[in-house]
């Protein structure tokens, strides 16, 4: 059993140290969400929900594509949604060839409460943007492996990244994208590209 937590064996083990750091990076994300939760009285995946369906297109603001995208139950969607729409931050917009389903689209209110709320990175995106860009592609490079792994290991989904695309392929050591017919340097691949498409088994 690898506990990072003991501080003798964190102190002791470089794979523990970073572990542990990860681990302390994750709180920040949660303690700015937070903040900006409670100012709006909503849920930090609330928040997360409508930021998700502003950015992307129609066809994944379905409470089943939002349940993989972060990994949720779709009843706990289901019940944030709900709660969306008591606020009138949301509206559901009925499909025109099924009835009984229909995608997710944010109202004028729900864009305030976007514009009031997805800055709660900007402190993270502040130090990033002033650390030397040599270090920042080391970093995105070391990043996106991770998440490559990660997903492989099935715990965390990463639907639209170039890694699980069918245009990206991997020669001579080069990642390149067969749908722009380019090569991809580390600072070109993307964690969620609208263009993607699911790489066939």
């Known amino acids: 059993m690898k506990n990072i937590f003991d501080l003798e064996t964190q102190n002791d083990s470089?794979?523990?140290?970073?572990?542990?750091?990860?681990?302390?990076?994750?709180?920040?994300?949660?303690?700015?969400?937070?903040e900006k939760a409670k100012n709006n009285d909503l849920s930090p995946i609330q928040?997360?929900?409508?930021?998700?369906?502003?950015?992307?297109?129609?066809?994944?603001?379905?409470?089943?594509?939002?349940?993989?995208?972060?990994?949720?139950?779709?009843?706990?969607?289901?019940d944030s949604i709900r709660v969306l729409e008591q606020k009138k931050y949301i509206t559901k917009v009925p499909h025109t060839e099924d009835s009984r389903s229909s995608t997710i689209a944010l109202t004028p209110e729900g864009i305030q409460v976007v514009d009031l709320t997805e800055n709660f990175t900007d402190p993270v995106y502040d130090i990033i943007a002033s650390t030397a860009e040599k270090d920042k592609i080391i970093l995105w490079r070391s990043i996106t492996s991770f998440?490559?792994?990660?997903?492989?290991?099935?715990?965390?989904?990463?639907?639209?990244?170039?890694?699980?695309?069918d245009y990206f392929e991997q020669?001579?050591?080069?990642?390149?994208?067969?749908?722009?017919?380019?090569r991809l340097k580390t600072e070109d691949i993307k964690l969620d590209c609208q263009e993607h498409k699911p790489a066939r088994l």
């Open 147 to 165: 998440i490559q792994q990660l997903n492989h290991i099935q715990i965390i989904s990463a639907q639209n990244s170039c890694s699980t695309c």
């Open 171 to 182: 020669e001579n050591g080069s990642n390149h994208c067969r749908l722009l017919q380019i």
């Open 47 to 78: 928040i997360q929900l409508l930021i998700f369906i502003k950015y992307h297109s129609a066809n994944k603001a379905t409470v089943s594509y939002l349940a993989k995208e972060f990994n949720l139950a779709k009843a706990t969607v289901s």
């Open 14 to 34: 470089l794979d523990a140290k970073i572990t542990a750091g990860f681990e302390r990076l994750s709180q920040v994300f949660r303690v700015l969400l937070w």
